[in-house]
């Protein structure tokens, strides 16, 4: 039997326990409080952004780099070689990758594209130190928990006025629009003509978006063994977004479960299934998700702009010039694809990340990204189910190559955790700063010995 990193780091229970007492060190509380607050920052300000070179730079990525060097400061956080290495290894091939690109003159390569996604992923290179990993994520789950449900309130909420009377407006309309993020179907109606819109919380990018949020709350309520009620409030919240893919990522996770925990859970978890299927079908909620269900099949859809039509496009685009296969077309001609496509057709075509990968930075470029994808957030991870999760909702349901709403969650529930045999022996083997700190200096807990 063949027992990899993963496996060994998966807990037999499925609930994921709290730490011992005996496990926590006074100084974690500032770094509980500091990841609370990118949490905090990543689900309710996700909209805002600020003006940088002609386009918008989603506030989001400031603060999480922010973040990441006050943590570093404090020694709170410590460079993870093995994320790090293969961080260098998908950088230099990709900028590789765009080299040829640009000598070959294509016109839709753009250099800040490239410092984009240098940026957006240099915080995954960083993480807890081991006995800090294993103390501090429940408690960030539960914080989790805690941001969610406030999120599948709100989302409740918005529904609900408009079903007495009041009649949908953007609250965030006061900000200028420079500073909110364009590009996104922030709000339109469940249904075309209906004046009743999906609700997106009022602070999400998307009903998409707030459908994927609550699913990931769901799935970490799950793991923490939850109240019952917080799972009521999460499905009628995920049910006013309208949204499919919220439905799909909890449907991924709910096959992780059941893999994980066997024929007991999946029979308790199709019978909730069940029994919502059941109510919704007496409401004329049925019909819309219905729709939903085989909107695939038309052109104009959501499910096809997001499901269909990226991979048809890239299939086409590959097809012309077998260069491309290789290297790619370039960084950012996934996006300048789809603002022409939208231009011509006023529809919105969201490239997922394996398409957008492939379009700019060829085969060459997507492999090694796809093996700092597996050290981002699946070596060493704290939990499959979590893992799997986030991997389909990063590789899959978003946009999120150069998202930081998407990896900045990843790393907040998954990657900053992850503990390999390699990370643990680096860690052992670092010199311990107790003899060199002057006496009575409180040492902060990455700088102690684990």
């Given at each position: 039997?063949?027992?990899?990193?993963?496996?060994?780091?998966?807990?037999?229970?499925?609930?994921?326990?709290?730490?011992?007492?005996?496990e926590?060190?006074?100084?974690?509380?500032?770094?509980?409080?500091?990841?609370?607050?990118?949490?905090?920052?990543?689900?309710f300000?996700?909209?805002?952004?600020?003006?940088?070179?002609?386009?918008?730079?989603?506030?989001?990525?400031?603060?999480?780099?922010?973040?990441v060097a006050?943590?570093?400061?404090?020694?709170?956080?410590?460079?993870?070689?093995?994320?790090?290495?293969?961080?260098?290894?998908?950088?230099t091939?990709?900028?590789?990758?765009?080299?040829?690109?640009?000598?070959r003159?294509l016109?839709?390569?753009?250099?800040?594209?490239?410092?984009l996604?240098?940026?957006?992923?240099?915080?995954?290179?960083?993480?807890?130190a081991?006995?800090?990993?294993?103390?501090?994520?429940?408690?960030?789950?539960?914080?989790?928990?805690?941001?969610?449900?406030?999120?599948a309130g709100?989302?409740l909420?918005?529904?609900?006025?408009q079903?007495?009377?009041?009649?949908?407006?953007?609250?965030?309309?006061?900000?200028?629009?420079?500073?909110?993020m364009?590009?996104?179907?922030?709000?339109?109606?469940?249904?075309?003509g209906s004046?009743?819109?999906?609700?997106?919380?009022?602070?999400?990018?998307?009903p998409s978006?707030?459908?994927?949020?609550?699913?990931?709350?769901v799935?970490?309520?799950?793991?923490?063994n939850?109240?019952?009620?917080?799972?009521?409030?999460?499905?009628?919240?995920?049910l006013?977004?309208?949204?499919?893919?919220?439905?799909?990522?909890l449907?991924?996770?709910?096959?992780?479960l059941?893999?994980?925990?066997g024929?007991r859970f999946?029979t308790?978890?199709?019978?909730?299934?069940?029994?919502v299927v059941?109510?919704l079908?007496?409401t004329?909620?049925?019909?819309?998700?219905?729709?939903?269900?085989?909107?695939?099949s038309?052109?104009?859809?959501?499910?096809?702009l997001?499901?269909?039509?990226?991979?048809?496009?890239?299939?086409?685009?590959?097809g012309?010039d077998?260069?491309t296969?290789?290297?790619?077309q370039?960084?950012?001609?996934?996006d300048?694809?789809a603002?022409?496509?939208?231009?011509?057709?006023?529809?919105?075509?969201?490239?997922?990340l394996?398409?957008?990968?492939?379009?700019?930075?060829?085969?060459?470029?997507t492999?090694?990204f796809?093996?700092?994808l597996?050290s981002?957030?699946?070596?060493?991870?704290?939990?499959?189910v979590?893992?799997?999760?986030?991997?389909?909702?990063?590789?899959?349901l978003?946009?999120?190559?150069?998202?930081?709403?998407v990896?900045?969650?990843?790393?907040?529930?998954?990657?900053?955790?992850?503990?390999?045999?390699?990370?643990?022996?680096?860690?052992r083997?670092?010199?311990?700063?107790?003899?060199?700190?002057p006496?009575?200096?409180?040492?902060?807990?990455?700088?102690?010995?684990?």
């Amino acid at each position: 039997m063949v027992t990899t990193t993963l496996t060994t780091r998966i807990p037999r229970s499925w609930v994921i326990p709290t730490a011992e007492a005996t496990e926590r060190r006074p100084g974690n509380a500032r770094i509980l409080k500091t990841i609370t607050v990118l949490l905090c920052a990543n689900i309710f300000l996700q909209r805002l952004a600020l003006p940088a070179a002609g386009a918008q730079l989603q506030l989001i990525l400031p603060i999480t780099i922010i973040g990441v060097a006050v943590m570093l400061s404090h020694g709170d956080i410590q460079l993870n070689i093995g994320r790090f290495r293969t961080y260098l290894l998908a950088m230099t091939t990709c900028c590789a990758a765009a080299l040829v690109s640009f000598l070959r003159e294509l016109d839709d390569s753009a250099l800040t594209s490239l410092v984009l996604l240098f940026a957006t992923y240099i915080p995954l290179c960083f993480g807890l130190a081991p006995a800090d990993a294993k103390a501090i994520f429940p408690r960030v789950l539960d914080r989790f928990v805690t941001l969610t449900t406030i999120l599948a309130g709100i989302a409740l909420f918005q529904f609900a006025i408009q079903l007495v009377g009041w009649r949908y407006t953007d609250v965030l309309s006061v900000i200028p629009a420079d500073f909110r993020m364009q590009g996104f179907n922030t709000s339109y109606p469940v249904q075309y003509g209906s004046d009743l819109y999906k609700s997106n919380a009022f602070i999400c990018l998307e009903p998409s978006f707030c459908s994927q949020f609550l699913a990931f709350g769901v799935v970490v309520c799950v793991l923490r063994n939850g109240s019952w009620w917080r799972y009521l409030l999460y499905v009628l919240a995920l049910l006013s977004t309208v949204s499919g893919t919220g439905v799909l990522l909890l449907a991924a996770a709910l096959v992780l479960l059941s893999v994980h925990k066997g024929a007991r859970f999946a029979t308790t978890a199709l019978a909730g299934v069940a029994v919502v299927v059941l109510i919704l079908s007496f409401t004329p909620a049925a019909s819309i998700f219905a729709e939903r269900a085989t909107e695939t099949s038309s052109n104009n859809s959501s499910g096809s702009l997001r499901f269909v039509q990226p991979y048809t496009r890239t299939w086409d685009t590959l097809g012309k010039d077998p260069a491309t296969v290789i290297f790619g077309q370039g960084p950012g001609f996934a996006d300048r694809d789809a603002i022409a496509f939208f231009l011509r057709t006023d529809l919105p075509l969201n490239y997922a990340l394996l398409p957008k990968l492939v379009l700019e930075y060829g085969v060459l470029g997507t492999v090694a990204f796809l093996a700092f994808l597996l050290s981002m957030f699946v070596r060493g991870s704290p939990s499959f189910v979590l893992s799997g999760a986030v991997v389909v909702f990063y590789s899959v349901l978003s946009g999120g190559l150069l998202s930081p709403v998407v990896t900045t969650l990843g790393m907040l529930l998954v990657s900053w955790y992850t503990v390999t045999p390699e990370d643990e022996r680096w860690s052992r083997g670092r010199p311990s700063p107790r003899a060199a700190a002057p006496s009575g200096t409180l040492l902060a807990p990455a700088q102690r010995d684990v």
